[in-house]
């Protein structure tokens, strides 16, 4: 068994700086992960040439695929790094941010418009005050699982990464932010609003902005059904333009 395994991170020391190449070695343990390795390398930061530099920073949080932190690029393969086992990797193992978002400082960068593009479909239930509504709908067995399997998006940015509309450059929401509009407009309470998400992915940015590669599915780490909520969508948003359309 190897006694090290060899990192290439690519780093960052700033929003402002140029980005370079830094590689370190760190002991092996069998069924390591590379956050661990990630924390080995922060606890003891030299470089392979042995001299000493800043730590090396990333995001993380939960440590089991649950919170989307993580993301970065490994092996040229978008992916969470808290689930990526360094025994199941080629060698030399290459850590890089995303690039689709503005990087932060090394392996962290601003997902912000993740959240912004959540923020525009109003992917949430709207309040009507704290009373006691009484019970909800019932919902049927199919509907629970198909509403179960969108909300388990964590918004880690794999599909967006994945994605080749989704630029720095644009403004396309994503199938990430389209997943969750079907989602709520399936849901009983929050469908009453399903116009107004329309509305906002009939806009610049929005369905129309698909290029169905199908990037996004394959690069899901939550095997969502991404596809079939853009499809989904399209035939929501088709549906009410032409209701508009007779209604004028």
Known sequence: MPETVTFKIKRQDSEITKPYWDTFRVPYVSNSNVISCLMQIQTNPFNENGNEVTPVVW??????????????????????????????LEKPITLEPMSKFPVVRDLIVDRSRIFGALKKVQAWVKSDGYHDLGPGDRLSQKHQEVAYKLSECMSCGCCLEACP????????????????????????????????????????????????????????????????????????????????????
């Open 165 to 248: 509309q989704f630029t720095k450059n644009n403004n396309f929401l994503g199938a990430a932010a389209i997943s969750q509009a079907r989602l709520f407009n399936m849901h009983p309470t929050a469908k009453n609003n399903a116009d107004e998400r329309l509305d906002s992915l009939m806009q610049e940015g929005g369905i129309a902005n698909c290029g169905n590669a199908q990037n996004c599915v394959k690069s899901c780490p939550k095997s969502i059904p991404l596809t079939e909520s853009i499809a989904e969508i399209g035939r929501q948003v088709s549906g009410k333009i032409w209701r508009d359309l007779f209604k004028a």
């Open 59 to 88: 995001d993380s949080n939960c440590l089991e695929e649950v919170c989307g932190s993580c993301t970065m690029v490994i092996n040229g393969k978008v992916r969470q790094s808290c689930s990526a086992l360094i025994d199941k």
